[in-house]
């Protein structure tokens, strides 16, 4: 896998790529649509963000690429990489419990708060790294 050139697209399977982890300086797309909603991304090699409709769904400090990114009611999946560590905020479904897997290892459950924010950290290596974030109820 290899950053997003055009910082955001739609991929055959419906998912969105997005970021670039190697630009020095910051960019962004804004309105970009996909399937009636409207996307926003600003990335760099200090942070990606990723908005829809206004709200902020996904933030990797320092900067990512994210590939094949999906969230539905359930949780969201994605694989990401990067150069260094990279930790990962991301707006869900408020006071409710998920279930964190990375690379098939079930990490941890976490809480998001009343704002629904939920933050993790990758330790990122040679190859991209398989994310799932379940909703334990669900």
Known sequence: MSVIEELIRCEDDGTISFGNYLM????KVND???AGDIYKIKTFCEITKL???GKML?????????HHFSVTEKGAKFSVEGQEDIQVTMELEPEQEYK???DDVNVGKVKTNMAGK???SMEVGNSPLAVKIEKTNA
């Open 24 to 27: 020095d300086e910051k960019k």
């Open 32 to 34: 970009f649509e996909v």
């Open 51 to 53: 908005e829809k409709n």
């Open 58 to 66: 996904l933030e990797a400090v320092p900067g990512a690429t994210i």
């Open 100 to 102: 964190i897997i990375i």
């Open 118 to 120: 939920v933050n993790f």
